[in-house]
Each structure stands twice: as structure tokens, then as C-alpha cells.
């Protein structure tokens, strides 16, 4: 069976942001702070366990994108202190 290696790496990064998350969450640190450990170890300066470092990124990007647009989407007109 070919190996995919984008799906690899997908699967290397979800799994090591769970278990860091999880770690910081017993520890009582901030989410970010997971993701930001996350990023750092699987890099290609940390561990350097991706291999397409390209694509990851570009799934990172678009994934801050649709976060910020989902954050705005809440933004309420009513609230923002003009009648």
C-alpha cells in the first residue's frame, strides 16, 4: 500500500498537540501555550518529524484564516456602543 505523506504528518501533528494539550491542561497552562509547544517540537527546527513541511503550512494558514473569520462571524453590532 502507498504511503501518504501529508496524511502522516496530519496525523503526527493532531496526535502530538492532543497529548501536549492534555499535558497542559493537567498542568493548568493556557491552550496556546500547547499549540505553540506543538508547533515547536514537530517542526522542522525542533524534532523534524514532518517531512512536507510545505503543505502543513499551508493547511496552518488556512486554518488561521477560517479561525479569525469564525471570530468575527460572532461579533455583535449592538454591542459595540453605538444606538
Not at 504511503?3 to 501536549?20: R, T
Not at 499535558?23 to 522542522?44: A, D, M
Not at 503543505?55 to 453605538?82: C, M, Q, Y
Request: proline share 4%; with cysteine.
Amino acid at each position: 500500500m502507498p504511503e501518504i505523506p501529508l496524511l502522516k504528518d496530519i496525523l503526527i501533528v493532531f496526535g502530538l498537540a492532543i497529548a501536549v494539550l492534555f499535558i497542559c491542561h493537567r498542568l493548568r497552562v493556557q491552550t496556546v501555550v500547547g499549540f505553540l509547544l506543538s508547533g515547536i517540537f514537530v517542526g522542522p527546527y525542533g524534532l523534524g518529524l514532518i517531512k512536507a513541511i510545505h503543505e502543513v503550512e499551508v493547511f496552518a494558514e488556512v486554518g488561521v484564516v477560517l479561525g479569525t473569520r469564525k471570530k468575527n462571524s460572532h461579533f455583535d453590532i449592538s454591542s459595540s456602543g453605538h444606538s
